[in-house]
């Protein structure tokens, strides 16, 4: 069979290859999932690529990769072959699973695209086992959308951080709320873990401190009818990626001198030749009719 073909980035729907922010975003999520997800029967809600639940096969005991798009369940199905990975075609608020048939349910990105939000975590309570556990993310409105006076046209429903809690605790009594962005900075932290974590911002003679993540664009809630794990205070490394981003960008603008260089000497060889000579008085005669007479 053929490898499957790649998804076509959208602009919202993650898929490998995007760099930046984007891929920081969502790969941090994951790796954050992962922590969670050794031995586990594991629920990927909106699964789209299929990416990330492939990366949860590696430790789980078992993946199902949910998404409401054909396209993208056929693509995982091709692209992400695993014995413990299956991908099915579902809709968030009527999942094709039985009751208490899941350990871990993770949905990330999934909430702001749909208004069907109590009918989506009642579905996520009914497949969870009681002490089933629950990780979802999706963006504060605050900081994502307001501040920015930016409009996503892909999300239908934003949430503020205080509407995302009341909802996360409506159906489930017990959960941590956490908060998400991409930063430029400097990180200070214990070798050996462990410590509160706290963000610094300024310009160096004003610097404000914050509990947590200041202003975060997304926000994230492990949540459970039962006791819920601690995430610990996480950064993912973007380094090497930056690094390969950056040096292909330079492999791209040394082909594009190098092109630049043959095209001036092919234009040299022209411009040299007996015949551009020869014909450059019928050029000037031709330029001037069309200006002239408009021929």
Known sequence: MHPAADLPWTGERFVPGVTGDTFLEH????????????GKRVLDLGSGEGYGSHMLARVAASVI???????AVNHARDKYRLENLEFQIGDCAALPLPDSSVDLA?????????SSHEAML?????????NGVLLVS?????YYSDQRGYANPFHVRELYADEFRRLI????PHAAFYGQRVVYGSVAASFSGGGDFVSFSGDGTDVSQ???V???????????AASVPTLPASLFDGSQASQREAEALLKELAEAKDQLARTRLQLDSVYASIYWRLTYPLRLLRKGLKRAFGI
Do not use: I, M
């Open 210 to 212: 914050f509990g947590g």
């Open 138 to 142: 999706t963006p504060d409105r605050k």
């Open 106 to 114: 993770v949905c990330f990105e999934t909430l702001e695209h749909h």
């Open 27 to 38: 790969a941090h999520r994951y790796a954050l999932a992962q922590l969670l997800a050794p």
């Open 122 to 130: 009642a579905e996520l309570r009914r497949v969870l086992t009681p």
């Open 214 to 224: 200041a202003a975060p664009f997304y926000l994230l809630s492990v949540a459970s």
């Open 169 to 172: 605790l409506n159906f489930f």
């Open 65 to 71: 990769g949910v998404d409401v798009s054909e396209e």
